[in-house]
């Protein structure tokens, strides 16, 4: 097989991610396929770890119109890598690079009603209108305006887009049960939505874009797509709606491997304690493999086997095998079986794409009891990452199918508000 991390200089670290761009442009094309909407491609947190910079590039390449970034730094890292396109931030506190932002063209949020001020000053030193959108809180209860508020804001807003330090040109707002596109909430969320945007409208914003749906509505919701889609988790392939469908199932390819090899190769006896406090024993003589990654390289420590259960699937030289016992800050432990026949320096797959078999994010977030998002995000700083290339355009057998993301779910009779207006 080869592998495009074999000709990168990773080898000084006997663990790295491995990032398919082309999987993260394979599955902007799906998302943008499945909607009338354009798409942003929510870039926060690293790309959900898997590289700010090239993750976003990639994004691009698949079609993304918009780039969205939780914080402010995020945003004005795109713009210093050259991104020119239109890019969204939406997180801060009193001192953030508003101004800044605003010589940088990024868009930015009101997401409470201090924001207006702060963005008028920002507009202000920087000599130029600074583009801003309304986050409203249709309720979430986190991160945005509550309709409460929204009147004082849209009219402190309003009286500095007259003045011309702002221009209001979105309304956008998050949902608290995406992944359960019948929880009565998303319905509730959507009509509040509507109210919001009208009212934005009526006080005089002319509005370029109105954006609800992150990945799970993109996929569930198509009623609730409006202008933008926010879809993160999906750009990388994981499901956002586990319970409801897999990545397959959606047409996403999980875009990150993590991998390791064997350092050791070693012999146990039966009823052997392995790893701290013993949480597994051997059952017969048997070989074990010791696997030089542990949880300050992101391996999750309830990723461990315990009391005698064995913990997250890995793959071993192409078997499919399972952590024994502690996960430790930098070794796990894999019992290979009698008679194993793997040596050291053989490939471990912690998790990858899933396409071949193997385990994916989503079975280590399921090990763990936690969701892919915190697995993907957590990998360790000192892991190196490396890169396989997006293809090159028109590549017909890379160029996956263009299923319509939206229409999985749409057809199983999921309710499905329908506020567009
Ligand atoms: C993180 C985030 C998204 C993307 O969410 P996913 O579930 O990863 O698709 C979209 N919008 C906002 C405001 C976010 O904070």
């Not at 200089?9 to 998302?31: K, M």
């Not at 119109?65 to 020119?84: F, P």
């Not at 396109?85 to 063209?105: C, H, K, N, Q």
């Not at 502690?326 to 899933?354: I, K």
């Amino acid at each position: 097989m080869s592998r495009g991390w074999k000709d990168v200089d990773v080898q000084n670290y006997p663990g790295r991610v491995v990032v398919d761009l082309e999987a993260i442009a394979s599955n902007v094309r799906t998302l943008d396929a499945g909607t009338t909407a354009q798409v942003m491609a929510v870039v926060k947190a690293d790309a959900y770890g898997h590289g700010l910079v090239p993750a976003s590039r990639a994004a691009r390449a698949g079609g993304a119109a918009w780039l969205g970034a939780a914080q402010v730094s995020e945003a004005l890292a795109l713009r210093a890598a050259g991104d020119t396109g239109r890019i969204l931030t939406w997180l801060y506190a009193p001192g953030a690079p508003l101004r800044e932002a605003v010589e940088a063209d990024i868009d930015v949020a009101i997401a409470a009603p201090w924001n207006v001020a702060a963005l008028v000053d920002a507009a202000r030193t920087a000599g130029r209108t600074a583009r801003v959108q309304i986050k409203v809180d249709t309720g979430l209860g986190r991160n945005g305006v509550t309709p409460g508020q929204l009147p004082e804001v849209l009219d402190a807003a309003m009286r500095a887009q007259a003045e011309g330090a702002i221009a209001v040109v979105g309304v956008f707002s998050h949902f608290a049960f995406a992944d359960a596109p019948a929880h009565p909430t998303v319905l509730a969320q959507a009509e509040e939505f509507a109210r919001a945007v009208e009212a934005v409208e009526r006080a005089g914003a002319r509005l370029e874009v109105r954006h609800l749906a992150n990945s799970a509505a993109t996929v569930t919701n198509p009623g609730v797509h409006y202008d933008l889609v926010r879809p993160g988790i999906a750009v990388y392939g994981l499901s956002p709606v586990p319970e409801l469908s897999s990545s397959a199932e959606l047409g996403l390819v999980p875009a990150m491997t993590f991998e390791s090899e064997l350092a050791a190769v070693k012999p146990l006896p039966a009823g052997h304690g392995i790893s701290y406090a013993h949480q597994y024993t051997t059952t017969e003589d048997t070989v074990m493999g010791l696997v030089p990654l542990g949880y300050a390289d992101g391996v999750p420590r309830h990723c461990s086997g315990t009391d005698g259960q064995l913990g997250a699937p890995v793959r071993v030289g192409g078997r499919d095998l399972a952590i024994a016992g502690r996960v430790c800050m930098d070794q796990l432990v894999v019992d290979l079986g009698p008679g194993a026949h793997e040596t050291e320096g053989e490939c471990v797959e912690l998790f990858g794409t899933g396409v071949g078999g193997g385990p994916t994010a989503q079975d280590w977030a399921d090990a763990a009891g936690t969701i892919s998002y915190e697995i993907v995000t957590r990998i360790g700083t000192r892991v190196p990452r490396s890169y396989l290339p997006v293809a090159a355009p028109a590549s017909p057998e890379r160029r996956a199918v263009p299923r319509e993301a939206g229409a999985v779910l749409a057809e199983t009779g999921t309710p499905v508000a329908e506020p567009r207006p």
